[in-house]
């Protein structure tokens, strides 16, 4: 089946930087979504982007599917960005199941 | 507003008891799913359900049960089966018929913390 792999699985830094988080899949996909988990543990639809790109405020996501990739930029980061940040992609053939990634977790210090 | 419900927030099981986690979605969707989360974690699909009266096991599917009697409603046991049921349980909703949205998109309830005491 197909593989998710995002990186880095950890990332500290400081308020006000920018970061770009990746995810790679092996194969084709039909759907490519990002999700924030919040400390509380909610899952926040950040992106739904099988392909281009898309912007949010100081979030941004591209996917490249020819290239099997997608990038997550956070910019100027605050300290409620903090959480862990999930990669999610739906297979062709899985009945529409979301195949996912480990995540990236995300500390942002003040 | 349209969205997902889960409840309770937070349950607490004694050993050898089954429990029930409800999940109800007014989205119009389609497909609904359980996964579950341990600390530090991804997301593991337990079952899901893409239409009423039909469901199917995902990758963690022993020890648990689900019913789809109605489309707004996708309810998750627990049975006494599950050696460690100690977890973050998600219950989600995907598969739209508004075409405002993108159909396949997944939305999510804010999870029920299971803890066996």
């Known amino acids: 089946g197909i593989q998710v792999e995002q990186s880095p699985p950890d990332l500290i830094l400081q308020e006000g930087a920018n970061s770009t988080l990746r995810c790679n899949f092996s194969d084709s996909v039909n759907n490519l979504q990002w999700f924030h988990q919040n400390p509380w543990g909610q899952l926040i639809n950040l992106f739904y982007i099988p392909s281009g790109t898309k912007q949010n405020g100081r979030l941004s996501a591209t996917t490249v599917a020819t290239e099997r990739y997608s990038l997550l930029y956070i910019s100027s980061s605050q300290t409620t960005d903090s959480g862990v940040y999930f990669c999610?992609?739906?297979?062709?053939?899985?009945?529409?199941?979301?195949?996912w990634g480990a995540g990236t977790k995300l500390i942002i210090k003040p | 507003d349209g969205g997902i419900t889960q409840s309770p927030k937070y349950l607490f099981r004694k050993e050898g008891q089954n429990v029930t986690l409800s999940c109800e979605q007014n989205l119009n969707h389609d497909a609904m799913y359980w996964y579950r989360q341990d600390p530090g974690q991804g997301l593991r699909l337990i079952y899901y359900s893409q239409i009423v009266n039909d469901f199917q096991k995902g990758d963690i599917a022993e020890g648990y049960s689900v019913s789809r009697e109605k489309k707004e409603s996708f309810p998750l046991t627990v049975t006494s089966a599950q050696k460690n049921p100690t977890a973050f349980y998600l219950c989600?909703?995907?598969?739209?018929?508004?075409?405002?949205?993108?159909?396949?998109?997944?939305?999510f309830g804010q999870g029920t913390r299971l803890t066996v005491v």
């Open positions: 999610a992609v739906e297979d062709w053939d899985s009945n529409y199941q979301l195949i």
């Open positions: 989600a909703s995907s598969i739209s018929q508004d075409r405002r949205i993108s159909r396949t998109e997944a939305f």
